[in-house]
């Protein structure tokens, strides 16, 4: 009778609670969107797949057992060892997020990806870039106060965290939250990643209340031409920049800016290659795993999941629209030769949302194509949420 009843206590049945079930139903609800609606999968199933995981019961996959005095008596641990045992998802996240060089690593796959030639032939698109970030400051702000509601108690390291899913960067969030605010980090990097995969559902609406339809019309001229010397020398000089301005981002930006060089340089090509498959692919499974495990249902079921789901959607909204506006106000500024849709690019899903202004920008012209445009604001904004994220590390990281 004993065994029998031994064996029905290792059994998940007899240990599961609802907290464990219902976060395994998100775990599979992330990878339903993540098949079938195609919503980031590449980051969506892995982390799908991670919550579920660590919330399997007795498995113990994402846990850790430090070593007490008696296990030192029994002769369970020896002098100098921490952890007695520790389940697989726990290294992973405790090797590439608590460290912070998952994030990194993709950021350097992200530069290797990116062509920063549009912004290049377009300097004036750091401005619309900048203005997406404007989400991420008002969402701060909202986040404190928020702790004028009961059960919410949100420091400032805490807020800052949050504030960062409003640059629409699954890196950089990831990346400040491991640094701000580990434990708010599942819920951070979910909200994260989600929005961005909603970015063709709540981009649009806002683009359109925005504008008119003659401003949606607008052609604009063929970019200029970018010559290498230029490609070699621009991430050169934001290090620079950034080296003499603003060292806390250093780690982002540095990352961004050697794969950007690897890729221009085209005397790496192995490398260059390397960053943009083979290394940027691991990352990105192991990081959705390690993001994943975070989200155990002690950990992510509270009412400050809540308030962060809400709070990186309202940040989400606000950069979007406050990077149209600067593009309206560029807009008039050019005498009409900007076109306000790009503004909506500024935040940094990169290139979705630069796609998504040209699906609406071909609505108001079949004939109007602007993703080349976009992607000057899209990958400015990129470099504006590692800065943004750089700041806030400055200021809440004291």
């Not at 113990?60 to 520790?86: H, L, R």
């Not at 990169?350 to 976009?374: C, I, Q, S, T, Y």
Request: hydrophobic share 55%; net charge neutral; charged share 10%.
């Amino acid at each position: 009778m004993n065994s029998m009843q031994a064996l029905w206590q290792s059994m998940g049945i007899a240990n599961i609670g609802w907290g464990e079930a219902l976060m395994m139903a998100v775990g599979a609800l992330l990878i339903f969107l993540a098949i079938r609606k195609q919503y980031e999968p590449l980051l969506l199933l892995p982390i799908g797949f991670g919550a579920i995981l660590t919330n399997i019961p007795v498995a113990g996959i994402s846990e850790v057992v430090y070593c007490a005095d008696a296990d030192f008596a029994s002769g369970a641990c020896y002098a100098g060892q921490e952890i007695k045992e520790a389940g697989l998802l726990w290294y992973v996240y405790h090797a590439g997020i608590e460290t912070g060089i998952f994030p990194l690593l993709i950021f350097m796959g992200v530069g290797a990806l990116t062509d920063f030639g549009a912004l290049i032939a377009m300097p004036r698109m750091l401005l619309l870039g900048a203005a997406a970030q404007f989400g991420i400051f008002a969402t701060l702000l909202g986040a404190l106060a928020l702790n004028l509601v009961p059960g919410f108690n949100f420091t400032l390291a805490d807020a800052s965290a949050i504030a960062i899913i409003g640059g629409a960067d699954g890196p950089t969030a990831i990346f400040l939250a491991s640094r701000l605010s580990p434990d708010l980090l599942g819920a951070i990097a979910v909200a994260a990643y989600s929005y961005m995969a909603l970015v063709p559902i709540i981009q649009p609406p806002i683009m359109r209340a925005l504008t008119t339809p003659e401003e949606r019309a607008v052609k604009m001229s063929q970019l200029r031409h970018v010559s290498k010397l230029e490609k070699i020398l621009f991430p050169l000089v934001v290090l620079l920049l950034c080296i003499l301005f603003l060292p806390s981002a250093a780690p982002l930006i540095g990352m961004l800016m050697l794969g950007n060089l690897l890729r221009e340089s085209g005397v790496v090509e192995r490398l260059n290659k390397a960053a943009q498959n083979e290394i940027i692919n691991v990352v990105t499974i192991f990081l959705g795993l390690a993001v994943g495990s975070k989200l155990s249902a002690d950990a992510f079921l509270n009412l400050e999941t809540l308030g962060i789901l809400i709070l990186g959607a309202l940040a989400f909204c606000i950069g979007t629209a406050s990077g149209v506006l600067m593009g309206k106000l560029m807009h008039r500024m050019s005498g009409g030769k900007i076109n306000p849709l790009i503004g909506a690019a500024g935040v940094s899903a990169v290139p979705m949302a630069a796609r998504v202004v040209n699906k609406v920008g071909l609505e108001a012209d079949n004939h109007n194509f602007l993703l080349m445009h976009a992607m000057g604001p899209n990958v400015a904004g990129v470099i504006g949420s590692a800065v943004a994220a750089g700041v806030l590390l400055a200021v809440a990281g004291q």
